[in-house]
């Protein structure tokens, strides 16, 4: 009998698979800050909501969390509406305090918001995940704990907005209605953002323990902050010094980018004054249309305290009194201490003004010198005078050389009577001429810096008109498609890149909380 061949088992091969596509509660949750002590927070769920409905999922930000953006169905509804919590989510209310205008208050928090998590993304960073709108919570006071479409709708568009002009920020996940009216002016529907951030640390988070006195939870507090957003710190002689210093550079970047593309937050509290340095709470916040230095837009800043001109200066202001609730671990000896606080304070504003003239500089094309600075400066005197468009000046200016008549036609010809930009324009033609770059490259740096598209005013509330009026989103979707790629020519978007007719523009922006 002839032998029988031998096969031999290779046992089974298992069939590739992808894993589980993620919804948002099967994500890598690691919840760092509710593991601090207990004063820090409240532990809190958020409050459900009759009838949720997805009105957007920001699909490339999901897909950074981990998140398969093709699975919203259910259950990652269920969690952007506070009515499902996800596995390893441990939910809590933020405890912090502040200065609003000036004014002390001991005691803010998140009043309207649950933190429902952190999760590790793809590139393994720690993002906080938190509902905004989610219900009342021990620090609500007087208010109700939700939102309204309207400021939700617009927190979505400037956020995202501003992450496309490389600024940093936090970020929109998701907007659901909650099939709820919420009694503002008048009754609105309610809404609930899901804000991604590096973390929710504001100065007010220290000022909260500085008021109580809490040393120690001020020393825990700094301890994880610069474990979690400034290792290199805790390499520093004085670690803390070095904390300071990393935050005041950050805060005065941020501030300097601010400025680069005429935005003005509105609100900057200092429980609105992020330590990571991003961009956080978006309120009464506005991109400017025509040049105006001292530009105001928030119903509530009557005195202009946070008006265009004065970020600088409040940026240290706010870090001035978040190196005052460091001081007590900087060193035991208070003089020292404030010595040595003193001197990082002092480098806030060399650091501002380097990064907002560098990039004055490249916003006109030109390399940062002094004489280049005043040529830039003599431009924001003419643009100021004229309330020539802050983004279409910058943005046309190439089109001096390549189609004066439409530089004209696009920038509302405010300038084109103006004395001095006439002989402004012929300078700047000279300079621009004599550089070593060519024309071609001098024009493509420039056109990655300054924007086409902004959020501008009166095309978010037309946005959130056609929500609330006609439950009609498509204005958004459009919105958002020309934001988040600001830099590119898009012809069918171009409208989206006119400042607004005088009868459009809209001068005032309310906090809507
Ligand atoms: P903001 O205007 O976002 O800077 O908020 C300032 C403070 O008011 C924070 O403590 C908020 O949590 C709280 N707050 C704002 N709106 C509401 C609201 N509708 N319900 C409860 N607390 C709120
Ligand atoms: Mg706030």
Redesign the pocket.
């Known amino acids: 009998m002839p032998a029988r061949t031998k096969y031999t088992s290779i046992g089974t091969i298992e069939r590739k698979t992808r894993g589980q596509p993620k919804h948002l509660g099967n994500l890598n949750f690691d919840n760092t800050y509710s593991r601090l002590p207990k004063s820090f927070f409240q532990t809190i769920a958020p409050k459900p909501v009759s009838d949720p409905k997805l009105i957007r999922l920001n699909k490339s930000l999901a897909k950074e969390l981990g998140m398969d953006p093709s699975i919203v169905e259910q259950q990652n509804l269920d969690i952007f509406a506070g009515n499902a919590t996800p596995m390893k989510s441990k939910q809590i209310a933020m405890a912090?305090a502040?200065h609003?205008f000036g004014n002390w208050v001991p005691r803010?928090?998140?009043?309207?918001?649950v933190l429902i998590g952190e999760v590790l993304d793809e590139n393994g960073r720690r993002r906080d995940i938190q509902l905004k709108g989610s219900g009342?919570t021990l620090?609500?006071?007087?208010?109700?704990?939700?939102?309204t479409i309207g400021p939700v709708i617009r927190e979505y568009i400037v956020s995202e907005g501003m992450a496309a002009l490389n600024i940093p920020t936090t970020r929109s996940l998701a907007i659901v209605t909650t099939g709820e009216l919420v009694a503002r002016e008048r009754m609105e529907p309610g809404a609930i953002l899901t804000r991604v951030a590096s973390s929710h640390i504001r100065v007010g988070t220290f000022q909260y323990f500085y008021g109580q006195q809490d040393e120690d939870a001020i020393r825990k507090l700094a301890d994880y902050t610069i474990n979690r957003h400034y290792p290199s710190a805790a390499k520093d002689s004085n670690p803390y010094v070095g904390f300071l210093r990393s935050v005041v550079n950050r805060t005065a970047e941020l501030i300097s980018s601010w400025m680069l593309v005429g935005f003005i937050h509105g609100?900057m509290?200092t429980?609105?004054s992020s330590i990571s340095g991003e961009t956080i709470?978006y309120?009464p916040c506005a991109f400017m249309d025509g040049f105006y230095p001292n530009k105001v837009f928030s119903s509530i800043d009557t005195l202009g305290r946070y008006a265009y001109d004065q970020q600088p200066a409040v940026g240290l202001w706010n870090l001035s009194r978040f190196a005052e609730t460091l001081l007590c671990i900087i060193n035991s000896n208070k003089e020292k201490a404030t010595v040595e606080a003193r001197a990082v304070l002092e480098t806030y504003w060399p650091t501002f003004e380097k990064h907002f003239h560098i990039g004055l500089c490249q916003k006109i094309g030109l390399d940062h010198n002094e004489e280049n600075l005043s040529l830039t400066f003599r431009l924001l005197d003419c643009m100021s005078e004229t309330r020539a468009d802050f983004t279409n000046t910058f943005r046309n200016l190439p089109k001096l050389f390549t189609a004066p008549d439409i530089f004209d036609l696009e920038t509302e010809e405010k300038l084109k009577f103006h004395k001095e930009f006439a002989e402004w324009s012929n300078e700047w033609k000279t300079k621009i001429a004599e550089q070593t770059a060519s024309l071609d490259a001098t024009w493509r740096n420039m056109y990655e810096i300054n924007p086409l598209f902004i959020p501008r005013n009166h095309q978010i509330q037309r946005v959130i008109d056609f929500a609330i009026d006609a439950d009609d989103y498509q204005p958004l979707d459009q919105m958002l498609t020309a934001i988040t790629d600001p830099f590119t020519e898009n012809a069918e978007l171009k409208h989206l890149a006119k400042q607004p007719k005088p009868e459009e523009e809209i001068r005032q922006t309310f906090?809507g909380?």
């Open positions: 912090y502040g609003q803010l928090g998140d009043g309207r918001a009342p620090f609500s006071r007087m208010g109700d704990g939700r939102a609100v509290n429980d609105n709470d309120g906090c909380t």
